[in-house]
């Protein structure tokens, strides 16, 4: 069973930027451990998140799309939990994972440890909207990498610019089409596995 919920936090400035960094790893109780360019945002990110202790992921991606393309993964997806001793960033997305690519076999315990789990979670936010999101509870389990293509989800809502929203580990959202040529900026924050977060 997917529980799939997510809420909207604050709202805040992202800085230009170009480029992919990949879960950097930081405490959440001390930002100092984050390259001084992302401290700001990852503060304000941060500053409504009732527990802030553990270990962390940031991920920061901006680039310039072309129209009727995505920065991020397309299809619908949960991120799931990251499983810093197994998985493989290279490819981006789900624990190494992009709905229909090939990426590292995880066992089935570290399936569910990553996508059945109910802790853990993200933050997540943009500076150009191109991400839907779907919150409901929905009866079948995350196929590979997070994918659920295979829900049968309603219309869903938009994720709106510089707003911060808190997903938890089941979120179910995509990565859409811009609708011109845009300069989109991501800025993701990974929770801690074991984070309960009651907003």
Known sequence: MIKSVSKELNRIEIPFFNGEVSMLSFDLSDLTTLPIEFRETAKEMIKNLPNKVGEAFLTVHGKFVKKSKTLRRGAAHIDGNYLKEVASWGSGGGNGWKVGENGMKLTSKEHALSYENQKGGMLIASNYSACKGWNGVFDDKAGIGGDCSHLKLDEGFMLEANKVYYGN??????????????HRIMYRITLPINHGCKL
């Open 169 to 182: 580990s089941q979120f179910v959202h995509e990565s859409l089409s811009v609708d011109k040529d845009v």
